[in-house]
């Protein structure tokens, strides 16, 4: 098997493609020829040596993967050889050969391709878990989306449509702003005030919901943001990676701006802040009905994810350059 191997924290350059044995599946995996892995800023993070969970070099990148079982383990139930499916690899995803559980693998209606799949593990069930429940955006009220035009971005976009959101603001470089017009999205730059563009739009009050993968100084600006009763969604640090290497100066820097928040004066403003954490969620019932809407929706063309483009394995280092450059409208993927 083929895998793009972190041989060493580092900028992109340090991923290199290895060959290995392919894995046999022990009691309760299941083996997966990998299609397409869908690349998520936790990998760059990881890459860097910046991210909590990331092990030590080296290692293998890769949180999601579509693809075709290929052997199933003992122990498992519910698939068999040829399955079409997508799953959540924790890590590991960037190869062309890979060992999941059954509790994260999830089998895909013949109407969803393969591409379409690697792009909807992490960033729609991000989305997901941030905008329908616990997020509970409800008709009319409106949203801000950081890096709105992103993997995790458009698809909080689509999500926020089906809810019948109010106005959804979304912040992202200036050449993006025209895809965000064109998708109903009110854009504000990166060098704005956001806060203050949202309270002129919103007559003063903010918004109801603020989805924030920034993290730092920028999540006391997106909570400022909130009307009362909004709640701000927190899942990422991505104000650490300002460059394509770790800078302890930058990592300090943005850990000694991070807001405490006073439980007290969120009480009296009727304000939440909430973390969300794709890795480390364990309920199976709520993934699997997470999972059964957005292949509904999917089916029924509610959403469709936002491919922006599409490398071979072999090019996993450009892919990362081509995301840490801001290149990338919508979802980038590898090709296996």
């Given at each position: 098997m083929r895998e793009a191997i972190v041989t060493k924290f580092g900028s992109p350059d340090v991923i290199q493609i290895q060959d290995s044995e392919i894995p046999e599946p022990k009691a309760g995996e299941i083996l997966v020829k990998v299609s397409y892995s869908g690349i998520n800023f936790a990998d760059i993070l990881s890459r860097m040596g910046i991210y909590p969970d990331a092990p030590t070099p080296p290692f293998t990148l890769g949180f999601e993967i579509s693809g075709t079982i290929q052997k199933v383990g003992r122990d498992v139930s519910g698939f068999k050889r040829g399955d079409r499916v997508l799953g959540l690899s924790k890590k590991g995803g960037y190869c062309s050969h890979c060992c999941l559980t059954s509790d994260f693998l999830f089998k895909l209606p013949d109407?969803?391709?393969?591409?379409?799949?690697?792009?909807?593990?992490?960033?729609?069930?991000?989305?997901?878990?941030?905008?329908?429940?616990?997020?509970?955006?409800?008709?009319?009220e409106d949203i801000l989306i950081h890096g709105a035009a992103g993997g995790v971005g458009t698809a909080a976009i689509q999500l926020s449509k089906i809810r019948n959101a109010g106005k959804i603001f979304g912040t992202a470089s200036d050449s993006k702003h025209d895809f965000l017009k064109e998708n109903g999205?009110?854009?504000?730059?990166?060098?704005?005030n956001f806060v203050d563009t949202i309270k002129n739009q919103t007559d003063g009050q903010g918004v109801q919901i603020a989805l924030d993968p920034v993290g730092?100084?920028?999540?006391?600006?997106?909570?400022?943001?909130?009307?009362?009763?909004?709640?701000?969604f927190t899942y990422g640090i991505s104000s650490m990676a300002q460059s394509k290497t770790k800078s302890l100066f930058?990592?300090?820097?943005?850990?000694?701006?991070?807001?405490?928040?006073?439980?007290?004066?969120?009480?009296?403003?009727?304000?939440?802040?909430?973390?969300?954490?794709?890795?480390?969620f364990n309920d199976r019932p709520a993934l699997e009905r997470a999972y059964?809407?957005?292949?509904?929706?999917?089916?029924?063309?509610?959403?469709?994810?936002?491919?922006?483009?599409?490398?071979?394995?072999?090019?996993?280092?450009?892919?990362?350059?081509?995301?840490?450059?801001?290149?990338?409208?919508?979802?980038?993927?590898?090709?296996?």
């Open positions: 109407s969803v391709s393969l591409e379409d799949a690697a792009a909807i593990p992490v960033t729609y069930l991000t989305a997901y878990f941030t905008i329908i429940h616990p997020g509970a955006l409800r008709p009319g999205v009110i854009p504000i730059s990166y060098s704005e730092g100084k920028n999540l006391m600006q997106s909570y400022k943001s909130l009307s009362s009763g909004g709640r701000v930058q990592m300090a820097k943005v850990w000694l701006t991070y807001p405490k928040f006073d439980p007290l004066k969120m009480i009296g403003s009727n304000k939440g802040v909430h973390g969300f954490y794709l890795g480390s059964q809407d957005l292949m509904d929706w999917t089916q029924e063309g509610k959403i469709k994810p936002i491919i922006g483009k599409i490398f071979k394995l072999e090019e996993a280092a450009e892919a990362h350059h081509f995301i840490q450059d801001r290149k990338n409208i919508g979802k980038v993927l590898l090709k296996a």
